[in-house]
């Protein structure tokens, strides 16, 4: 499968620990881009990159939010300090010149 | 910065009959792509069709076609004999030219009545 592939695709956490998710975009794709999705709504941008660059992050990123692809390829989202309201659906797409493909995502649950 | 708005958070079909699905965007750019998504509960999102903005012919794909209205900032999805399969939650989206960042619209949900 050759598509864009995220890790894990659930994840429970108690409020106040420290997740992190990975995901694999397809490999010749430069950009990578991180959104959020609650139950209900669209999906909200947090950041992209643009190889290796994080060219741009959302206020919804807060501080305790952190994002890297250290060598343009995957990328890696962390989220310090948990709360209830970071439960949801954290999606990664991946594209080259328009041509967009999104992952399955990684759903979280902070109990 | 851009916007995208879905005025119809739910919409019922018989199977067989044709419906169509709103969406508005605002925007100062010129370059831009505009896309429907499709996302069942199975959270995938799946392009359903795609729609550049300096091209004035409206994209077909098989049952799904759209009425791209630039001026009038409109961009409305028409599914064609509905099958249950496209039961769904519909995305509107707009992708900047320059970096294909996505933004969403918050969605229509479709039922397809049998």
Known sequence: ?111 | AQTVTQSQPEMSVQEAETVTLSCTYDTSESDYYLFWYKQPPSRQMILVIRQEAYKQQNATENRFSVNFQKAAKSFSLKISDSQLGDAAMYFCAYIRYRDDKIIFGKGTRLHILP
């Open chain 1, 1 to 111: 499968d050759t598509g864009v592939s995220q890790d894990p695709r659930h994840k429970i956490t108690k409020r106040g620990q420290n997740v992190t998710f990975r995901c694999d975009p397809i490999s010749e794709h430069n950009r990578l881009y991180w959104y959020r999705q609650t139950l209900g709504q669209g999906p909200e941008f947090l950041t992209y990159f643009q190889n290796e660059a994080q060219l741009e992050k959302s206020r919804l990123l807060s501080d305790r939010f952190s994002a890297e692809r250290p060598k343009g390829s995957f990328s890696t989202l962390e989220i310090q300090r948990t709360e209830q309201g970071d439960s949801a659906m954290y999606l990664c797409a991946s594209s080259l010149s328009g041509a967009l493909h999104f992952g399955n995502g990684t759903r979280l649950t902070v109990t």
